[in-house]
């Protein structure tokens, strides 16, 4: 079986940034299940396993624009430590969702902390970053009616409700 729109994929994987260095990894763990075709994944690492069957195994480098996009600088802004109320403690790392300026939601992550200044980036924490997976695929099946109506796979590795 090969891997097409409304099937269920599983797959072992680690991704590395350009030093090398590992981001993420399913080693040691259950492989990553989902629903391909359905925006689970990044575009770039969906486009690459297209056609691919169980076996397979490949290297492949996304560009920031077909995985977590470019990095924006308009998404940075300072705002007034006021602007967190209710949060005691604010510390650098801490995510909150926010009111992006098309009316969506974002999450925000702070950046810094200067006295009543707070830095918050709405940028995903991998924009702008080529990224490398080595990936063995493990399983495809075909995905049930229900997980294609879902939009994800359901149960061991994917989504539980």
């Known amino acids: 079986m090969l891997i097409a729109a409304n099937k269920a994929v599983s797959i072992d994987y680690t991704l590395t940034n350009d030093a090398g260095e590992v981001i993420d990894s399913s080693a040691g763990g259950a492989p990553l299940v989902y ?55 604010l510390e650098v790392g801490m995510q909150f969702h926010a009111s992006a300026p098309d009316g969506q939601m974002q999450i925000v992550t702070i950046r810094d902390l200067d006295g009543d200044d707070v830095t918050v980036d709405g940028n995903h924490p991998l924009a702008g970053q080529r990224l490398t997976f080595q990936v063995k695929i493990v399983d495809i099946r075909d995905a049930s009616q229900e997980e294609v109506a879902h939009g994800h796979v359901h149960g061991e590795g994917g989504h539980h409700h």
């Open 35 to 89: 629903l391909h075709g359905a925006g689970n994944i990044i575009p770039g690492l969906e486009k690459a396993l297209e056609g691919k069957q169980a076996g397979d195994e490949l290297k492949v480098s996304i560009e920031p624009e077909d995985a977590y996009g470019e990095y924006l600088a308009e998404l940075v802004s300072t705002l007034n430590r006021s602007m967190f109320e209710g949060v005691d403690e």
